[in-house]
């Protein structure tokens, strides 16, 4: 017979064997314990109720003025004051979500988009052709030459635009429109957008235009078939988007174009008036100004757009803000939808900015800040 103490030893490695062999989790520590809102609320102490006092010396930050309070935003981080038109870039209207001061959101920096070939025909979805340009239809030799008064009551036509031949130059070209775009997180669409969730097609009806609208000719709808032609073979119009530290991204020739030339198409995504009353995006642009204003459509460029989206409006308070349009704003009926086209009004030279002028329907975008 062994000895006890051989026993207890024997004993004592099964016992150590189970232990080791446990797989049964282990007895939960003690939960946390944290205050109630009420124990909180007991020992906090009070804070002073702000009222209309507390905003009687609210002054801009910049101009350090108090003038003109209708005008002055406040930053819902710092609770700092600025004047509309003191920011830079200058904002157009109050904001009906957040809004954040310079000092707060910091610096924007705009990242330069890689001139790499590859790189921009991924970005704008260029399909690549064979080389032969495209070129105006030549079907007017044939026709039959009309009398001299006829010539003197003829119409302007629209012209399509001249592509840049410099490919070097065409590039840095289209990657200012790709780095603008990157920087509002953006897509590049060069035509309109109908999402399920917004508009259906079917609901861009020209015939609804309160009063008509017009008819885009024949020989103008030839014109605009080009420009779609050109820009989907990688042929953008010579412009290039700017960002100044006053009017935002702005955009400007870069070389001759001609009275009458059609130099955009307005793009974006379709949606209902109704539907955008309370939206903040300062780009929208009427589409169909429909007799029932429940029909009513605009092309929101907050998502996808194209070139259009940063060229500037003129100030409409001011002569000197009227001298500088040099495009105008036109809406068609085109095979049945409506269509906004950018149209030179006058010729316009290298280096000179774009401007056209916001309120040529509604009259309703506040331009008075403009510069």
Known sequence: MAPPSSC???GNRKSNCRVRKRTAAPSPSAP???????????????????????????????????????????????????????????VVRVPSGPWFCPSCVGERSIK???????????????????????????????RKRRSIVMYKKRRRRLLPFNPTEDLALRLQQMGSLAAALTAMNMEFS??????????????????????GMQ????????????????????????????????????????GLIRDMTLVAEYTGDVD??????HDDCDSMMTLLLATNPSDTLVICPDKRGNISRFINGINNHTRDGRKKQNLKCVRYNV???CR????????IYCGERLYYDYNGYEKEYPTHNFV
């Open 8 to 10: 207890s030893a024997a």
């Open 32 to 90: 946390k314990k944290f205050r109630s809102m009420e124990e909180i609320m007991r020992v906090a102490l009070p804070a002073a109720p702000v009222s209309g006092e507390y905003y009687v010396d609210l002054r801009c930050q910049e101009c350090r003025s108090g003038d003109r309070e209708e005008e002055i935003l406040l930053c819902d981080n710092c609770d700092q004051g600025y004047h509309l038109y003191c920011l830079r870039p200058i």
């Open 112 to 142: 330069r988009f890689p001139l790499v070939q590859t790189k921009i025909i991924d970005f704008f979805r260029i399909q690549m052709a064979n080389d032969e340009k495209c070129c105006p239809s030549q079907d007017g030799k044939k």
């Open 190 to 211: 060069n035509e309109l957008t109908y999402l399920p969730t917004m508009v259906d097609r079917s609901s861009n009806q020209a015939n609804l235009e309160k009063g």
């Open 215 to 254: 008819v885009l000719p024949r020989e103008d709808k030839e014109a605009l078939e080009l420009c779609k032609t050109m820009n989907k073979r990688g042929e953008c119009p010579p412009l290039l988007v700017v960002f100044d530290p006053i009017e935002g991204f702005t955009v400007q020739a870069d």
């Open 272 to 277: 209902y008036l109704k539907n955008r009353e």
């Open 335 to 337: 095979d049945g939808e």
């Open 340 to 347: 906004v086209l950018l149209v030179a009004c006058r010729d």
